[in-house]
């Protein structure tokens, strides 16, 4: 779900001048952020503690205690998954007895398929499996993942750095980290850096790029731009549909380091005029009014597989949104910022955080280089194909 933004909107909105800033929440947005060499120590210490092997099918042996036999590390639920994987166990199955606690039951049941394993590929007795582990402060070890020889790592620590690379030391040194994410395995934030301030329309923004990447083959190495509103603190998630800076990876297959860096390089040099651009678009969404805002969040919902817990925080957090000063009447802008306030739900998973995100993106541009008008033709075509919902199926989404 990429889009580039909206570049045929007015750019004028950008002057920003004799506007009143709204910073009655920007307090709630500087809590959110941590200096950027913060961030990149605390990623640096834990990548010292982490290390791969590859392991023989004996070597994957459990204790009773779901531990490896191997070296005693635990299992993460995600190293466990792919264990299971490995050894064909229903995803159902290890789920059911993890719940009721039968450890030891569920560890005979994957020795066993191990046996089986090894019996059926008596011929390949010096098979290896790519093995991911990580240490912790309480001198815990942890399992996090197996791979096939197809999976080629890109881990978050490497990535940080390359966009360190990539800003001056002007721009490094004033750079803070929002809204961070990690475990040890996945990592979502946006980092913004000195120039990325904006004041438009009555509106305090900061732009800059979110970056997501999973070291254990869950989510891809991702880098787009984004806008957040620092009133709010929401964020609207932008990509170009093209991706000409190739920083969307897969951890399959070869990815050659240089590429990678060059391509975080490029991104970070466009990010802000992207971001620019959305903001434009953002600000033009107002004068786009919506007849039925819960018909036409619900269609939406519906186009894009929403579940009915993402729309029901979208419709409260829209409801939100026109409580906001100097927002009031139904628009596209209300709409896409209901969407944005809604991922924010602390109930949610960051990944399901930056996808609503992301889907605001798209509903604001709903395809490259949108114009004003259509991106009015687009949300007039929208509330045709709402009116036809029946009631039943509104109801399910609400």
């Not at 909107?9 to 506007?19: A, D, I, K, R």
């Not at 949108?370 to 609400?398: K, P, Q, T």
Request: aromatic residues 6%; contains cysteine.
């Amino acid at each position: 779900m990429s889009v580039l933004p909206a570049v045929g909107f007015h750019s004028n909105l950008l002057g920003g001048h004799n506007t009143v800033i709204q910073t009655y929440d920007h307090a709630r947005f500087d809590h959110e952020c941590r200096p950027f060499a913060d961030v990149l120590k605390q990623l640096r210490e834990d990548h010292e503690m982490k290390f791969d092997e590859l392991l023989s099918l004996p070597q994957l042996h459990l204790d009773d205690e779901l531990r490896l036999v191997h070296n005693g590390a635990r299992l993460t639920p995600r190293g466990l998954a792919s264990l299971a994987h490995l050894v064909e166990i229903p995803p159902a199955a290890v789920h059911w007895l993890k719940e009721r606690q039968y450890d030891r039951e569920l560890s005979h049941i994957v020795n066993d398929q191990l046996m089986r394993l090894r019996a059926q590929e008596s011929g390949c007795a010096d098979r290896r499996v790519f093995s991911r582990f990580r240490g912790s402060k309480d001198a815990n070890l942890y399992l996090r993942a197996l791979f096939s020889d197809r999976f080629c790592p890109v881990d978050s620590l490497p990535a940080l750095e390359m966009v360190r690379e990539a800003l001056t030391d002007n721009e490094f040194n004033s750079a803070h980290v929002h809204r961070l994410s990690y475990d040890g395995d996945e990592l979502f934030c946006n980092i913004l850096w000195s120039g990325g301030d904006r004041n438009v329309g009555g509106s305090s923004y900061a732009c800059g790029i979110a970056l997501q990447n999973g070291e254990v083959g869950t989510i891809r190495l991702k880098l787009a731009p984004v806008v957040l509103r620092k009133v709010c603190s929401n964020g609207l998630v932008v990509q170009n549909s093209m991706d000409v800076a190739g920083v969307s990876k897969r951890h399959v297959g070869r990815i050659d380091m240089n590429d990678l860096a060059k391509g975080i390089r490029a991104a970070l040099g466009c990010a802000l005029e992207v971001a620019d651009q959305t903001i434009i678009g953002m600000e033009a969404a107002r004068n786009i009014p919506v007849e039925d805002a819960t018909r036409a969040i619900a269609q939406v919902s519906r186009e894009m597989k929403l579940t009915r817990e993402q729309t029901r925080a979208w419709l409260d957090g829209h409801d939100a949104t026109l409580n906001e000063p100097g927002v009031g009447e139904v628009s596209v802008f209300s709409i896409v910022n209901g969407l944005t306030k809604g991922a924010q739900n602390p109930g949610f998973e960051p990944t399901s955080r930056v996808f609503l995100e992301t889907v605001a993106g798209r509903i604001l541009a709903p395809s490259p280089f949108s114009s004003e008008s259509a991106v009015r033709g687009w949300w007039n075509e929208l509330e045709i194909r709402a009116r036809s919902l029946s009631d039943e199926v509104l109801a399910s989404y609400l």
